[in-house]
């Protein structure tokens, strides 16, 4: 439970982050989305019914704060950690190139339905404009932050499931 509290006490400073200062230094396409990279933590190396139960409060705090279409984020988040955890159970998850797959396949996921829900109250033409053209640049930035947030705290994404041999090293060497 007390890992589950982290989770949310990093996903609010996310969110604060994402939404006001990030929009002061980044135009709208370059910012990255830190809560997909955060969904994707829990969806890999956390237990599933407490990680699901985070993604859902999270997803509910970023609709609190995004906006007036209740469930969208909420929905997007829940539908990236079932991905996600699906993922985990099938492959190895230990691999760097399987984790920037995930990421970029997150981001993307997350940015379609996010437009596909927004048709629904909006003209379909501004959605495709402002969001789906964007998504390339988000997803590289949202990479970027990734490698930094690697960078600073290795054995973060996949918990204790990172072998004893690779701690630290989780994106040096080989792809293997």
């Given amino acids: 439970m007390r890992r589950c509290l982290i989770y949310i006490i990093v996903a609010g400073g996310f969110l604060l982050f994402q939404s006001s200062l990030l929009p002061l230094m980044l135009e709208p396409q370059w910012r990255p989305n830190l809560i997909v990279i955060l969904v994707l933590i829990l969806g890999i190396g956390e237990k599933p019914l407490p990680a699901m139960m985070t993604v859902l409060f999270i997803g509910a705090l970023q609709d609190s704060m995004g906006g007036s279409t209740v469930g969208l984020h909420l929905s997007a988040c829940l539908f990236i950690f079932i991905l996600a955890r699906l993922t985990a159970e099938r492959l190895n998850v230990e691999s760097p190139a399987l984790l ?52 600073i705290f290795p054995g973060w994404v996949l918990g204790g499931a990172v072998r004893a041999d690779r701690k630290g090293q989780l994106f040096r060497g080989e792809l293997s």
């Fill in 100 to 151: 920037l797959l995930m990421l970029v396949g997150a981001n993307m996921t997350y940015g379609l339905l996010v437009a596909f829900v927004m048709t629904t109250y909006t003209d379909p033409a501004t959605i495709v404009y402002l969001l789906i053209t964007t998504l390339p640049q988000q997803t590289l930035s949202t990479i970027l932050v990734f490698f930094v947030l690697m960078g």
